[in-house]
């Protein structure tokens, strides 16, 4: 790799600025200095950039609030994306979302650059579990809660056991472990009702943090990297 691109996906800095720091003298690596934007060196190697040590990850993974109005995709001619939510240096990471979240519906979505865990989350056979807080149009019947929650007809596919607390007679916490499309509004549908507001709250065992306003985002901790069995 050259030391340019190492700089600048390390600190999250354009490669024009990475190498403005490394032609002044400011970028070390293993302890030497090195004024070369083209010099070959590892992903491994020990890069201290002004004296402050700068870790290249080659997977990213961010915890996003996403708010209405954009769609989970990567790029779309009509509409906006959660990509468009985040600065333009993290193009150079080649982020996507794992999984999908409706346009209306807000919540946790992981980006991340890595696909074979975002595989793994999203494997039906893993059985990972998502949760969603739903307000639905009318209130939720015992019978209806016991149906959802043994399986539905949601068009051609009975859905897999799922788990609700109600909050209220209209308001409940829904855990399922697939992730088709508009699956939870379909749930409610095949029993009659109607979800007007939807808004994932945890995913693979991680809850989406308080402190992110609709449309926030912030690198997951390592820890939880662990949980969701990525690399770090």
Sequence with gaps: MRLD???????????????NLI???????????????????????ALTVEGKKAEYKKFIYLMMNKPQGYISATDDKRQKTVLDLLPENFNRYDLFPAGRLDIDTEGFLLLTNDGQTAHNLLSPAK???????????????PEDKLTIEQGVDIGGYVT???????????????????????????????VGNKVVYLKRISFASLPLDPSLELGEYRFLTDEEIDVIGGSH
Excluded: W
């Design 5 to 19: 691109k190492l700089v600048s996906d390390a600190m999250g800095i354009t490669r024009k600025d990475s190498k």
């Design 23 to 45: 032609k002044k003298g400011l970028v070390a690596v293993n302890g030497v200095i090195i004024k070369d934007v083209g010099a070959n060196v590892s992903e491994t190697d």
């Design 127 to 141: 059985k990972i579990g998502k949760e969603y807080f739903a307000r639905l149009e009318s209130p939720l019947s």
């Design 160 to 190: 897999k056991p799922a788990k609700i607390e109600q909050q209220s007679q209209s308001e409940c916490v829904i855990t399922i472990v697939e992730g088709k499309f508009h699956q939870v509004k379909k749930m409610f549908e095949a």
